[in-house]
């Protein structure tokens, strides 16, 4: 079966380093939570670390329809794979992978989207940074609910958007009502005592700002 065009973006959990050598600890509780969407990303680590990142955890997620994308490079693993600006084109990357599987794309500038080309090889965008963040240093100046409103205008409903940056469970409803489908979180999750129970007070904010946007109900 050809899996979705789309994933699921609700509740997008990226991988860190500082989640420990074992990554299961942290998102096997936080899918069980709800998160809907995992990407692994390791910066530092070789590819050969990075795909045995991918193989344990989708080992461990086997199952619960939870797609898993590794960052920057393709692992045969994962069901996709997400670039940055300084990463390989989306069309390389959709050369690579496939017509059958998720590509990402980090939208750090708004000039981005003028390529056509980049965006149609895609499966969603990633607003990035929404805000300020802790998590990485090297980011471009944050969006803001500005940036995000216009990446949901010019892309008009043919790609989710998803954002990622200094979102968490106070300011995620603001950010999905500018037109986000879904909110990107490292610390919000991963850096809780209790990942599972963050996921599930996430996932409530975000289902439920989501309703609010698209139905008019609380």
């Known amino acids: 079966m050809r899996p979705p065009r789309f994933p699921d973006l609700r509740l997008y959990l990226v991988t860190d380093p500082s989640f420990g050598s074992d990554l299961r ?17 390791a910066k530092r680590a070789t590819v050969e670390e990075l795909t045995a990142q991918v193989e344990s955890l989708r080992d461990a997620l086997a199952g619960s329809g939870v797609p898993l994308l590794s960052n920057d490079h393709v692992v045969r693993a994962a069901a996709g794979v997400h670039g940055g600006a300084g990463d390989a084109h989306p069309t390389v990357l959709r050369a690579q992978v496939g017509p059958d599987a998720f590509v990402g794309w980090s939208v750090e500038h708004l000039g981005q989207l003028d390529d056509e080309a980049a965006v149609s090889a895609c499966s969603y965008v990633a607003v ?10 090297d980011t471009a100046p944050p969006l803001g609910l500005r940036g995000v409103a216009h990446v949901a205008r010019r892309v008009d409903g043919r790609l989710p958007v998803v954002g990622i940056g200094g979102l968490d469970e106070d300011n995620a409803r603001s950010a999905v009502a500018a037109g986000l489908d879904g909110i990107a979180v490292v610390r919000a999750i ?8 963050a996921a599930r007070r996430l996932r409530h ?9 698209d139905g008019g109900v609380a």
Not at 128 to 137: E, G, L, N
Not at 206 to 213: G, I, K
């Open 25 to 41: 600890r942290v998102v096997v509780p936080a899918v069980e939570g709800g998160v809907t969407c995992v990407q692994v990303r």
């Open 190 to 197: 991963g850096g809780q005592a209790d990942p599972g129970r």
């Open 205 to 213: 904010v975000v289902d439920t700002a989501l309703a609010y946007r």
């Open 128 to 137: 990035s940074p929404v805000h300020d963040t802790a998590t990485k240093r």
